[in-house]
């Protein structure tokens, strides 16, 4: 595999791919939501939630420390010798399982050829000489009207008398 300098310009991170070899699934939680990878799966993970998952994937000893936390696998019971491998402990076996790499592309500039014409999408392509093989009198012509239906003239109703006006009560008892 070919080593890249992660700070070089023309490099850029975007992912960190988990495969799991283990005998269970790898189960996390990120901002409360659970993440499971099942047995021989593998997933691609955002660099934050990467970095809460595994801590410094450039770095082995330091993403081991951080994985061996997260999991539980600080314990006695796996800082002691595995049984299969007396020279590794049993956290350094589960921990050798999990395949975490970066996920890692080459950024380079694309030059066009400005003299050339680009070439259409064959969908839309399709959908052009399938709608232009009508005549264009045709499509530029109106449909038929419907026959209309005269309308009613409404009129106006009359306007009810109006009722006389009165004076005040208070006005003719002040007199």
Not at 39 to 67: I, Q, T
Not at 110 to 126: C, G, N, S, T, V
Not at 147 to 167: C, E, F, G, I, M
Request: hydrophobic fraction near 40%; charge should be positive; glycine fraction near 4%.
């Amino acid at each position: 595999m070919e080593q890249h300098e992660i700070t070089a310009p023309d490099v850029r991170l975007h992912y960190v791919r988990l495969t799991n070899h283990l005998d269970v699934p790898f189960t996390d939680r990120h901002d409360g939501v659970p993440v499971s990878i099942g047995p021989g799966k593998s997933d691609n993970f955002r660099l934050d939630m990467a970095a809460h998952f595994f801590g410094n994937v450039m770095d082995h000893g330091a993403s081991f420390r951080h994985v061996c936390k997260r999991q539980g696998w600080n314990t006695p019971a796996h800082l002691k010798p595995s049984e299969t491998n007396p020279d590794k402990t049993v956290a350094e076996l589960l921990f050798s399982k999990l395949e975490i790499k970066p996920v890692i592309y080459k950024m380079v500039e694309e030059r066009p050829d400005l003299e050339q014409p680009i070439p259409a999408d064959p969908a839309f392509a399709e959908e052009a000489t399938a709608r232009h093989a009508v005549p264009i009198e045709e499509r530029q012509a109106k449909p038929p009207r419907a026959a209309v239906r005269k309308k009613r003239k409404w009129t106006r109703r009359a306007k009810p008398a109006a009722a006389p006006a009165t004076a005040p009560v208070e006005a003719a008892e002040a007199v």
